[in-house]
């Protein structure tokens, strides 16, 4: 097993790296409500870093299409005591919120990634409080809230507006006072994209990588809607936890070309797929 240091920031490092889901919701799309109950969060969430966990990245509030925002007291309410129990683990914590208030409050228990799926649209206070503390910031191209995410799906070009439009929050981000390096672009696989989309973007993963050649790339395609569409039966799409295989087959994809984090809610052959293409690349 290849160890890699998940604060280093080459965008390729020797193996790329591993972030588990630990969604700490009611709802979310794959996994709501399973993690609710903090104590058996910071159990689910030993658990990943024991399956190869190389990051574990929080999250409470669910980001699925359709979704309503949750009130900024629950968010907090909700991550806080996990990111406290799992800052004593030796693994990088990644907290996934769009809001800065949140953001300050799991900084100062000890996450070390922000992980903002709007990439500071949502609220861009979150850039100057990831600007002025130690973290890495995730900006993953965005378009608007989940509710209204599904119908903001019109691109002339979709590899080519992602890239445009990530480009600007990156900007934006930097113009605040972020550092360069310690920016991590993501596509935003399923956030304003219909599957035929999320299927071009991934199939232009050496132009979004070469987009973006000094930023370390993150995907996170673990068990979305499209896997479900392309593995349908005659019962309708397959269902999210039977996504595991296709999401572990993307994983290796994104890894062969330069990938440097995939987020997956599985950990295991997720980690495994990794540490074989990293052999494969010799
Ligand atoms: N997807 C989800 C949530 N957070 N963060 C990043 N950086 N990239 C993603 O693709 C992403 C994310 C939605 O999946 P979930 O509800 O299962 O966590």
């Given at each position: 097993m290849i160890d890699v240091d998940p604060a280093a920031t080459a965008p390729h490092p020797v193996r790329t790296l591993v972030m588990g889901v630990l969604n700490v919701t009611p709802d979310s799309f794959s996994d709501g409500g399973r993690w609710f109950d903090p104590a058996v969060a910071v159990d689910h969430g030993r658990d990943l870093i024991a399956q190869g966990a190389d990051i574990i990245d929080v999250g409470g509030e669910s980001t699925r299409p359709g979704c309503e925002r949750t009130p900024v007291e629950e968010e907090v309410r909700r991550v806080l005591p996990v990111v406290q129990a799992l800052s004593v683990e030796d693994t990088a914590l990644s907290v996934d919120t769009m809001r800065s208030q949140v953001a300050e409050k799991v900084i100062d228990a000890g996450a070390t990634i922000v992980n903002d799926v709007s990439g500071g649209l949502a609220d861009p206070d979150i850039l100057r409080v990831c600007a002025g503390a130690d973290v890495d910031l995730v900006l993953m191209h965005w378009r608007g809230q989940s509710a209204s995410m599904q119908t903001l799906t019109d691109y002339d070009d979709v590899v080519a507006d992602v890239i445009t439009e990530l480009s600007r929050q990156v900007d934006a981000a930097l113009a605040v006072g972020v550092a360069r390096e310690r920016i991590i672009v993501d596509p935003g696989i399923g956030f304003a994209k219909t599957a035929e989309h999320n299927w071009q973007l991934l199939r232009a993963a050496d132009a979004f990588q070469d987009a973006f050649a000094d930023l370390r790339v993150l995907w996170g395609v673990s068990r979305k809607g499209f896997?479900?569409?392309?593995?349908?039966?005659?019962?309708?799409?397959?269902?999210?936890?039977?996504?595991?295989a296709a999401t572990a087959a993307i994983?290796?994809?994104?890894?062969?070309?330069?990938?440097?984090?995939?987020?997956?809610?599985?950990?295991?052959?997720?980690?495994?797929a990794c540490e074989t293409v990293a052999a494969l690349r010799g």
């Open positions: 896997l479900g569409q392309l593995l349908a039966g005659s019962r309708g799409p397959r269902p999210a936890m039977g996504r595991d994983t290796s994809y994104c890894a062969l070309h330069g990938a440097w984090a995939v987020r997956t809610h599985e950990v295991r052959d997720n980690r495994d």
